[in-house]
């Protein structure tokens, strides 16, 4: 993977190129980097253009200016595509990356060929016991995080993965998060029910691990409750970075909806 800055902005993006292939475009979780895609990068190398950037405050993209938050980080793919001379891309995101996803989809729907979102909810459409929640179990980490990188790094890893090989690859790119980036996650909350829901013009897959926490199970059921025309599919033996969990049921999955614009 070439490793490419944008310029006016702390991003730093990795892209494999392949002429006359389509761009996928992959966003991380929160507190690990663009390694965790290492088997998707190895796996589609070739056939597809592939991009994967480091969200800001985590892996490469530190180099921060004053004002620089996560909601710019729309814009900043956005600039990306520019610069790489890129129409298109399926959009693919884990966690926190599927909710970037979906705000890049709200602000830039043209961009999309596709979009898949794993361990996510609907940000257009949420609940707010179900953001309350999710906000207390968050405070809980960062508290751990704030006594500890390597106790916080522990505790995720069994939240964040499911099998004992995911577990220690996830905690090896989490003990690398440094605490001061927690401050850019701050303007998080400005991407939920910022846009009215409305008819996709691209396909969209949800999905979660069967062992992820049961409110995000219950998320991707309202999800597709909300926009029943999507292809939801629930992964065994997976927790909730299911790309690193089940990779090859992943991967599968991933050409299958590509391909067909659906999953069985």
């Not at 475009?25 to 950037?53: K, S, W």
């Not at 970037?100 to 602000?107: G, K, M, P, R, S």
């Not at 440094?178 to 939920?192: I, Q, V």
């Not at 926490?213 to 597709?224: G, H």
């Amino acid at each position: 993977m070439e490793q490419c800055r944008l310029d006016g902005s702390p991003i730093t993006y990795y892209v494999s190129r392949k002429e006359q292939a389509e761009w996928v475009l992959f966003l991380h979780a929160a507190f690990v980097d663009h390694d965790m895609f290492q088997t998707q990068i190895e796996h589609f190398r070739g056939r597809y253009n592939i991009l994967v950037p480091d969200i800001i405050g985590h892996g490469a993209s530190t180099q921060t200016s004053k004002g620089d938050s996560i909601d710019k980080m729309p814009r900043w793919i956005a600039d990306i595509m520019e610069a790489e001379r890129i129409d298109q891309m399926h959009v693919v995101g884990i966690s926190l990356g599927a909710v970037l996803a979906q705000a890049f989809a709200n602000e830039h729907p043209e961009a999309v060929r596709s979009l898949a979102c794993f361990g996510a909810y609907d940000i257009n459409n949420v609940d707010p016991s179900m953001q309350k929640e999710n906000g207390a179990a968050q405070m809980l980490l960062m508290l751990k995080a704030l006594f500890s990188v390597e106790w916080f790094a522990r505790a995720n890893k069994e939240i964040s993965a499911y099998t004992p090989q995911a577990q220690e690859a996830f905690y090896e790119m989490n003990i690398r998060f440094p605490k001061k980036s927690f401050r850019y996650l701050a303007s998080l909350g400005r991407m939920m029910n910022a846009h009215q829901p409305q008819a996709r013009a691209y396909p969209l897959l949800i999905g979660c691990g069967e062992h992820d926490i049961p409110m995000e199970l219950k998320a991707t059921e309202m999800w597709q409750e909300s926009e029943p025309a999507c292809s939801r599919v629930v992964f065994e033996g997976a927790g909730h970075c299911v790309n690193m969990d089940v990779p090859q049921r992943f991967n599968a999955v991933l050409e299958e909806f590509w391909t067909s614009g659906s999953v069985a």
